[in-house]
C-alpha cells in the first residue's frame, strides 16, 4: 500500500512540475494548460481554438521541449498538399543510373505535431491527417510506416477568420480528445507577460521536466486509474443525454440537437478523468471528474439543428443545459 502511496505522489508530483514549467510560459492559462496536460497523457489529439497572438504556438512548443519531445510544425494554406504533411516517395538515382524509390518522412514523424491554422487546409489535405490521429500511421505506396510513440497532434484554429478556410468534419473533429478554448488574457496577466516575454522567449529557456520515457510511464500510470462501475454508469448517462433517440436523452437534446456525442467520446472522458484524478492525487475517478471534463470532450461532438441554431442557441449554451440536468440527477 506505501509503495502505491509513494507511486501515485511521484506521479502527481511530476504532473504539477509541468503544470507550473508551462504556467511560466503562457501566463494566466492555469485552467487551459490543465485541461491541455490532461489531454496528453490520456493520449488524445487536441483542437485548439483562440485569436491571433495569444500564445497558441509557444505553448506548443513549451510543451515538447518540457516533455523532451521532437517538435513537428505544419503551417496550413490553401495550397498546402497531404504529401507536406505525411511525407512521399522520392526517386533516387545510384552511380550506374539505377533509380530507387525511398519515402521521405514529412514533418508528421514527430512526437508531438504542431498544425497551425488547421482549417485553411483543404478538406484532401486535411484528411490526410486522419490515418495518423486513429491509426498511428501513414500509408504511402501502399506501404505501412508506424508514427513515433508517443504522438500527439495539437491543431489550432482561429474562430473569426472565415474567408479562405474550411471548416472540420465531423468525422475529423470526433478524432480530437477535447477541444480547449484560448481566453483572451486579463490585466494582471498581460502585465506579468511583459516581465516574461518582453525581451526574450520563455521558452528557449525551458528545461525538459520529464524525459520521453517518464511520459510514457505517466500515460500508464493514468491507466491504472480505477472507474468504478457507478462512475461509468453516470459517465455512459452523459453521452445517452446528448442523443436525442436515447431513453436518457434530456428534454434539451431533443428540442435542439441534430446528432449527439459518439462513443468515442465516452473514451475520451473516461480517459481524461483517469488523469485528471491523478492530478488530484486519486487512484480512482469521481463524478466530479467527468463533470470538470464534459466541455472540453463534448463542445465539438454535438450538432444542432438548424432552426436551434437560426434562434440563437448554441452548442456551448445546449451543453451547459444538458450538464445541468445531468449534475443534478447525480447528486
Known amino acids: ?37 490532461i489531454a496528453v497523457f490520456a493520449g488524445g489529439h487536441v483542437l485548439l481554438e483562440g485569436l491571433p497572438g495569444l500564445g497558441k504556438t509557444q505553448l506548443a512548443k513549451a510543451l515538447a521541449r518540457s516533455l523532451g519531445l521532437d517538435l513537428g ?14 511525407g512521399s516517395e522520392i526517386l533516387l ?3 550506374a543510373g539505377t533509380g530507387t ?19 485553411r487546409a483543404t478538406p484532401r489535405t486535411q484528411s490526410a491527417l486522419l490515418e495518423a490521429m486513429q491509426e498511428r500511421q501513414v500509408t504511402c505506396g501502399g506501404e505501412r510506416h508506424v508514427l513515433p510513440e508517443p504522438f500527439w497532434i495539437i491543431a489550432t484554429q482561429n474562430p473569426i477568420e472565415l474567408e479562405g478556410t474550411y471548416p472540420l468534419p465531423e468525422a475529423q473533429l470526433d478524432r480530437f480528445l477535447c477541444k480547449l478554448l484560448l481566453p483572451y488574457p486579463e490585466a494582471g496577466s498581460l502585465d506579468a507577460l511583459l516581465d516574461t516575454s518582453l525581451d526574450q522567449e520563455p521558452v528557449d529557456q525551458l528545461n525538459a521536466v520529464c524525459s520521453v520515457e517518464r511520459t510514457r510511464e505517466l500515460h500508464r500510470a493514468a491507466q491504472q486509474v480505477l472507474v468504478a462501475r457507478d462512475v461509468r454508469a453516470g459517465a455512459i ?15 434539451t437534446a431533443r428540442q435542439h ?9 465516452l473514451l475520451s472522458i473516461i480517459r481524461a478523468a483517469r488523469v485528471r484524478a491523478l492530478f488530484e492525487g486519486r487512484a480512482h475517478v469521481a463524478f466530479e471528474d467527468i463533470a470538470a471534463l464534459a466541455r472540453p470532450v463534448l463542445r465539438h461532438r454535438i450538432l444542432l439543428h438548424t432552426s436551434s441554431a437560426l434562434e440563437g442557441n448554441t452548442e456551448r449554451t445546449v451543453l451547459e443545459q444538458i450538464l445541468e440536468e445531468w449534475v443534478q440527477a447525480n447528486q
Open 257 to 265: 440537437i441534430r446528432y449527439g456525442a459518439s462513443p468515442r467520446a
Open 237 to 251: 448517462r452523459l453521452i445517452l443525454a446528448t442523443q436525442k433517440d436515447s431513453e436518457y436523452a434530456s428534454a
Open 101 to 119: 524509390l525511398q519515402f521521405r518522412p514529412g514533418p508528421v514523424f514527430a512526437n508531438l505535431v504542431l498544425v497551425d491554422e488547421i482549417n
Open 73 to 86: 510544425r505544419v503551417q496550413c494554406t490553401p495550397d498546402l498538399l497531404p504529401a507536406d504533411i505525411t
Open 1 to 37: 500500500m506505501t509503495e502505491k502511496n509513494d507511486e501515485l505522489e511521484s506521479v502527481m508530483r511530476d504532473l504539477h512540475a509541468l503544470e507550473t514549467q508551462l504556467n511560466r510560459v503562457l501566463v494566466g492559462q492555469q485552467q487551459l494548460i490543465r485541461q491541455l496536460l
Open 93 to 95: 538515382s545510384d552511380k
